[in-house]
C-alpha cells in the first residue's frame, strides 16, 4: 500500500531559482505592482501633476536633476554617515560600560529609558539655538536621534549572555577581560547590528530634518524648497534619491554585519 506525500514533501511546480531568490522577487514584484497601479490611476483619473505625478514623469525628472539631486545627497549622507558612526561608537562604548559596572547601568538605564518617551523630532530647534544653523547642530541632532536605538540594544545582548558560557568561564579562572571580550562581544553582536540597523535610518531621518530647518543644501533643503515652489516632481525625486541613500547605508550595515560575524563568530 502506497502513502500518499504529505504537501510538505511534494516537489514545489516552481524551478530552484525561483525559490531561492524568492525574498528578492516578491518586494520588487510587489514594488513594480504598485508603480503600474500609481501610472494606471494618474492616468485614469487626470489627477494634476501638482497632486501626484505619474512614476513614469518623477523618473525623467529625475534622470534630467541627477547631478544636482547627487550634489544635494552627498551633503545629506556624509552627515548621516558622521552623525551614524559616532552615534553606534557612543551608544556601543556606553552600552559596554553599563554590562561591565552594575552602578553605571542602574544610573543610565532609566534615565535612557524616560528619554525613549521623549518625543525627540520636537526638540530639533533646541539644536539650532545651542549650536547654530550649520552642521554641528545637524550632526548632534541625528546623533541624538539615532544614539538611543545602538545603546539600548546592545545593553540587552551584553546584559543577557548564556549563563552557562559565564559559569564556564569562571570556571576556566577567566578574567572578566577575557569573559567580556571572548564570550560577551560575540553574544552581543547580533543585538549591537540589530541596533545599527535601526540607528541608520534613524541618522537620515535626523539630519533631513534638521536640514528641514536649518540648511542651504541637502536633500530636506531641497524638498523644502521645492515644496515652496509647489513642484511635486521635485519633492518626489528628491524622495527616491533619499531611498536610494538609505538604502545604500542599510546595506552597508547589512554587509559589514556579513563579515563580522564570518571572521568574528568563525
Request: charged share 10%; aromatic share 10%; proline share 8%.
Amino acid at each position: 500500500m502506497s502513502v500518499a506525500a504529505s504537501p510538505a514533501d511534494r516537489p514545489s511546480p516552481l524551478p530552484a531559482i525561483l525559490r531561492r531568490n524568492f525574498p528578492v522577487i516578491l518586494p520588487v514584484a510587489t514594488a513594480l505592482a504598485v508603480l503600474v497601479a500609481w501610472q494606471a490611476a494618474v492616468a485614469l483619473f487626470d489627477v494634476p501633476r501638482v497632486i501626484l505625478p505619474a512614476p513614469t514623469e518623477i523618473g525623467a525628472h529625475f534622470l534630467s536633476n541627477l547631478p544636482m539631486l547627487l550634489d544635494h545627497a552627498r551633503s545629506t549622507g556624509l552627515e548621516a554617515l558622521a552623525a551614524f558612526l559616532l552615534a553606534t561608537a557612543a551608544g556601543a562604548t556606553i552600552a559596554g560600560f553599563m554590562a561591565a559596572f552594575p552602578v553605571v547601568r542602574e544610573t543610565l538605564q532609566p534615565n535612557l529609558v524616560a528619554f525613549q518617551l521623549v518625543p525627540k523630532i520636537a526638540l530639533a530647534p533646541m539644536f539650532v539655538i545651542w549650536l547654530g544653523i550649520d552642521t554641528p547642530s545637524r550632526l548632534a541632532f541625528a546623533v541624538f536621534l539615532s544614539f538611543f536605538p545602538v545603546v539600548i540594544s546592545t545593553t540587552v545582548g551584553l546584559s543577557n549572555t548564556d549563563p552557562v558560557s559565564l559559569r564556564l568561564c569562571r570556571s576556566l579562572a577567566a578574567s572578566p577581560v577575557q569573559t567580556f571580550f571572548q564570550v560577551r562581544v560575540p553574544f552581543a553582536l547580533p543585538y549591537l547590528f540589530n541596533g545599527m540597523r535601526i540607528a541608520s535610518t534613524m541618522a537620515i531621518i535626523g539630519v533631513v530634518v534638521a536640514e528641514f530647518i536649518s540648511s542651504r543644501s541637502g536633500l530636506g533643503f531641497y524638498i523644502l524648497y521645492a515644496s515652496s515652489r509647489m513642484e511635486t516632481v521635485g519633492i518626489f525625486s528628491a524622495l527616491l534619491m533619499l531611498c536610494i541613500v538609505g538604502l545604500a547605508l542599510f546595506g552597508a550595515v547589512v554587509l559589514a554585519e556579513r563579515i563580522v560575524r564570518r571572521t568574528y563568530l568563525a
